[in-house]
C-alpha cells in the first residue's frame, strides 16, 4: 500500500499509471522543439536518446544539426533497442529528448554523465519538485528552465483525441556543463515567439 501512495505522489493521480502509454511514448510537437530553437544552440552534434518516432530529431535535423537518433523501443526511427539508461560511452556532447517520465531522475543523472557540453530535457514543470530531483538540480549545471506559457499539446503515442492534450504544463530544462550559479527562468511561447 505504501508503495501505491508514494507512486500516486509521483505521478499526480492513482489512476495515471493505468492511464498512462506503457512506454511513455508522448511525441514532442514540432512548436515545442521551435520554442527550444528560438533560445538555445547547440554546439556539436546532438544525441535524441528517447528519440521515439523521430519528433524532435526531425526538427533538429531542419535546422542543421547532426543528430544521433536512439531509442529502446522500435517506432521506425533511428537505433532501436538501445537502453540509454545501459550505455556506456557518450554518442554526442549535447542530449536533446523528452525523458520518459517514469524514468525521469535516472535519465538526468545518465545524460549528465553522457554529455560534455548541453542537456535539455522537456519535462513537466512540476518536475522542479521532488527531494530527489531537488537534488539533482542543486547539484549539477542546471543553467535555464524555458516555461511554456501557453501549453503544449502532447499527445498519448501521437493519436489526437478530444480528452488529452494541453492540460499540463511543460517547460525546456537546460543544462550547461559550462554553466556556474543558479539557474534563470524564462517564457516560451509554442509559436516559437521568445519571452523573457
Given at each position: 500500500m505504501r508503495g501505491i501512495r508514494q507512486q500516486e505522489r509521483i505521478t499526480g493521480t492513482a489512476n495515471d499509471?493505468?492511464?498512462?502509454?506503457?512506454?511513455?511514448?508522448?511525441?514532442?510537437p514540432s512548436e515545442g522543439v521551435e520554442a527550444l530553437l528560438s533560445v538555445e544552440t547547440f554546439e556539436g552534434p546532438i544525441w535524441e536518446c528517447a528519440c521515439g518516432d523521430g519528433a524532435i530529431s526531425r526538427v533538429l535535423e531542419a535546422h542543421g544539426y547532426?543528430?544521433?537518433?536512439?531509442?529502446?523501443?522500435?517506432?521506425?526511427y533511428g537505433q532501436a533497442r538501445t537502453d540509454f539508461l545501459m550505455e556506456w560511452e557518450s554518442r554526442?556532447?549535447?542530449?536533446?529528448?523528452?525523458?520518459?517520465?517514469?524514468?525521469i531522475p535516472e535519465f538526468m543523472?545518465?545524460?549528465?554523465?553522457?554529455?560534455t557540453a548541453k542537456v535539455a530535457f522537456l519535462m513537466r514543470i512540476g518536475c522542479l519538485e521532488g527531494a530527489e530531483r531537488g537534488k539533482i538540480y542543486r547539484s549539477s549545471p542546471l543553467a535555464r528552465v524555458w516555461v511554456f506559457s501557453n501549453r503544449l499539446q502532447i499527445w498519448r503515442n501521437g493519436e489526437k483525441t478530444?480528452?488529452?492534450?494541453?492540460?499540463?504544463?511543460?517547460?525546456?530544462?537546460?543544462?550547461?556543463?559550462?554553466?556556474?550559479?543558479?539557474?534563470?527562468l524564462g517564457w516560451l511561447d509554442a509559436r516559437t515567439e521568445k519571452f523573457s
Amino acid at each position: 500500500m505504501r508503495g501505491i501512495r508514494q507512486q500516486e505522489r509521483i505521478t499526480g493521480t492513482a489512476n495515471d499509471r493505468q492511464n498512462r502509454e506503457q512506454d511513455d511514448f508522448y511525441p514532442t510537437p514540432s512548436e515545442g522543439v521551435e520554442a527550444l530553437l528560438s533560445v538555445e544552440t547547440f554546439e556539436g552534434p546532438i544525441w535524441e536518446c528517447a528519440c521515439g518516432d523521430g519528433a524532435i530529431s526531425r526538427v533538429l535535423e531542419a535546422h542543421g544539426y547532426r543528430v544521433i537518433s536512439t531509442d529502446l523501443v522500435d517506432r521506425g526511427y533511428g537505433q532501436a533497442r538501445t537502453d540509454f539508461l545501459m550505455e556506456w560511452e557518450s554518442r554526442a556532447p549535447n542530449i536533446v529528448t523528452n525523458p520518459p517520465f517514469k524514468n525521469i531522475p535516472e535519465f538526468m543523472l545518465q545524460a549528465l554523465r553522457l554529455s560534455t557540453a548541453k542537456v535539455a530535457f522537456l519535462m513537466r514543470i512540476g518536475c522542479l519538485e521532488g527531494a530527489e530531483r531537488g537534488k539533482i538540480y542543486r547539484s549539477s549545471p542546471l543553467a535555464r528552465v524555458w516555461v511554456f506559457s501557453n501549453r503544449l499539446q502532447i499527445w498519448r503515442n501521437g493519436e489526437k483525441t478530444s480528452r488529452s492534450g494541453g492540460m499540463i504544463g511543460f517547460a525546456w530544462f537546460v543544462w550547461d556543463h559550462n554553466h556556474k550559479g543558479p539557474p534563470t527562468l524564462g517564457w516560451l511561447d509554442a509559436r516559437t515567439e521568445k519571452f523573457s
